[in-house]
């Protein structure tokens, strides 16, 4: 193997380890990250969390940033998980900034692995595909809120493209931070609430973030993320 070869694998060795320790994650754990899993050792959840706080915390924190990392099946539960043992704040500080790591992670990897390479190559493209990259470029930061606000984006995808269009970290961490806010704190405050709905045998509505109250203020927040770009839009064409 070339010095060449062994540096283009080196780069993309952290992204295929994420892939495959995902695809393995998916088969064996998704039994043990799971609402029945929670609920089964909530009891032992919560003494532990009494008996050592801080160490608990950290402890959450780590497993979460696993989670997102890797791409692992649980980030919603882990989120209900954080609500449930540290209340709806500061739960959700807990939460976004677990997840904000991990999704950090991940896309460091992306980018180290792929994202250089294909950026260069949608910028010396034409066509589609270079309007595509040049749209994402002028408009980054609307378009890295909008897609985390919108609740219908999987959570990898939305740190995944960013990687591939050569969004700068700075940015990329600073709209994950705050775009994932609102629904983390709705998804935290239905776990705040876990204790009663383990009470009554159900099991927790994770489609309340759909429903009109919730999902209208939203919306709002994304309509705002695209007003620069209309604006934008609206000058380009007063100006033809």
């Given at each position: 193997m070339t010095h060449t070869e062994t540096s283009v694998l080196r780069k993309k060795l952290p992204i295929l380890i994420i892939v495959a320790v995902a695809a393995?994650?998916?088969?064996t754990l998704r039994d043990y990250l799971s609402f029945d899993a929670l609920r089964d050792n909530r009891e032992a959840l919560i003494a532990f969390r009494d008996a050592n706080y801080l160490l608990a915390v950290l402890g959450f924190i780590a497993i979460y940033v696993v989670i997102v990392a890797f791409s692992l099946?649980?980030?919603?539960i882990a989120?209900?998980?954080?609500?449930?043992?540290?209340?709806?704040?500061?739960?959700?500080?807990?939460?976004?900034?677990?997840?904000?790591i991990g999704a950090?992670?991940?896309?460091?990897?992306?980018?180290?692995?792929?994202?250089?390479?294909?950026?260069?190559?949608?910028?010396?493209?034409?066509?589609?595909?270079?309007r595509i990259k040049d749209g994402i470029d002028e408009n980054q930061w609307s378009v890295l809120f909008l897609i985390r606000l919108v609740p219908a984006v999987p959570f990898f995808v939305a740190n995944l493209v960013p990687a591939l269009v050569?969004?700068?970290?700075?940015?990329?961490?600073?709209?994950?931070?705050?775009?994932?806010?609102?629904?983390s704190v709705v998804y935290t405050s239905v776990g705040a609430g876990l204790g009663e709905v383990f009470e009554r045998g159900e099991t927790p509505n994770l489609g309340i973030i759909f429903e009109p109250h919730i999902l209208l203020p939203i919306l709002g927040l994304c309509a705002l993320a695209l007003l620069p770009i209309a604006l934008k839009a609206l000058r380009g064409k007063e100006g033809i």
């Open positions: 393995l994650g998916a088969i099946p649980g980030a919603a989120t209900l998980t954080g609500g449930f043992l540290f209340a709806t704040f500061p739960g959700f500080l807990y939460n976004i900034t677990a997840a904000t950090t992670a991940i896309f460091s990897a992306a980018r180290m692995g792929f994202g250089d390479k294909l950026a260069a190559r949608m910028e010396s493209s034409d066509g589609m595909v270079k050569d969004v700068p970290l700075r940015r990329f961490v600073i709209s994950t931070f705050f775009g994932i806010i609102p629904g």
